[in-house]
C-alpha cells in the first residue's frame, strides 16, 4: 500500500536528516555558535533551517503560527530580497540560544510524524498549499527534505573546516 511508503519511508528520511541536523546543532563549539567571520553564524543557518521546516510542514502557508521566540525577518538568511517588503536582510543581533533550538528541532520533528501519519497517496497528489511553489504535496514534502539536508551539509562542512569537529551519518534512528 503506497500510503503506508509515505509514513515508514519518507518520514524516516525526515526524522533522520532532523537529527542529523540536531546534532550539528549539539556539536558546535562555543566559539562557532555565533561566529560572523565567515558570513552567517552558525545558529541563524540553523534556525532559519528548522523554521523553513515547521513552516513548510504546514498545510498551507496561511494557516502557519510561528514559535513564541521568533522574530520578524530572523528566519530570513543574510541578502537581498527584491520580492519583499524589506529589500535588504541580515543576521539578528542577538542569537537564538542552542537551547531554544533543540526544542524546536523536537518541536518539527513531531510534527513530521504528524503529518506523515495521516498523510495518504490521495492527499500527497494533491496540489500544495504554497503557491510559489508549483508542486503536488507528495513532491512538496520532499523539497522540504532536500531543504534541510542541504542546510545540515552546510553546517556540517562549517564544523569540519572551523573547529575539525565531525557530523557522523545516521542511516537509521
Known amino acids: 500500500m503506497m500510503d503506508h511508503f509515505w509514513e515508514v519511508s519518507i518520514q524516516h528520511q525526515f ?18 555558535w555565533d561566529d560572523r567571520t565567515h558570513g552567517t553564524p552558525f545558529w541563524h543557518i540553523a534556525y532559519h533551517t528548522l523554521f523553513c521546516t515547521d513552516f513548510y510542514l504546514e498545510e498551507a502557508h496561511d494557516k502557519f503560527k510561528p514559535r513564541d521566540f521568533h522574530e520578524i525577518r530572523s528566519q530570513t538568511l543574510p541578502g537581498r530580497y ?18 531554544q533550538l533543540f526544542d524546536y528541532a523536537d518541536h518539527c520533528r513531531d510534527k513530521c510524524d504528524q503529518v506523515f501519519s495521516t498523510l495518504s497517496e490521495a492527499d500527497a497528489s494533491q496540489r500544495c498549499g504554497f503557491p510559489w511553489y508549483d508542486l503536488n504535496q507528495g513532491q512538496f514534502l520532499l523539497n522540504n527534505l532536500r531543504h ?6 552546510q553546517l556540517a562542512l562549517i564544523l569540519r573546516r572551523n573547529a575539525d569537529v565531525g557530523l557522523p551519518w545516521k542511516g537509521k534512528l
Open 82 to 99: 527584491d520580492w519583499l517588503d524589506v529589500k535588504e536582510v541580515d543576521t539578528p543581533a542577538q542569537p537564538y540560544a542552542r537551547k
Open 15 to 32: 526524522a533522520t536528516a532532523l537529527a542529523m541536523l540536531r546534532d550539528a546543532i549539539q556539536r558546535c563549539p562555543d566559539k562557532l
Open 148 to 153: 534541510i539536508q542541504h542546510h545540515t551539509g
